[in-house]
C-alpha cells in the first residue's frame, strides 16, 4: 500500500496533476509522504 501511495503522489507531482486541486501542491506531497512513512512505521508522530 505504501509504495502505491508514494508512486501516485511522485506521480502527481511530476505531471503537475495538483495544480488547481490544492492551494499548496508543495505541502499536500509533504504531508502525503510524511503519513506514508508514519504509516510504514518508519517515523513515529
Do not use: I, N, P, R
Request: hydrophobic share 55%.
Amino acid at each position: 500500500m505504501a509504495w502505491t501511495q508514494l508512486f501516485g503522489e511522485v506521480g502527481s507531482e511530476l505531471f503537475v496533476q495538483l495544480k488547481g486541486a490544492v492551494q499548496d501542491a508543495d505541502a499536500s506531497f509533504d504531508f502525503a509522504v510524511v503519513a506514508t512513512v508514519e504509516f510504514v512505521g518508519f517515523l513515529s508522530s
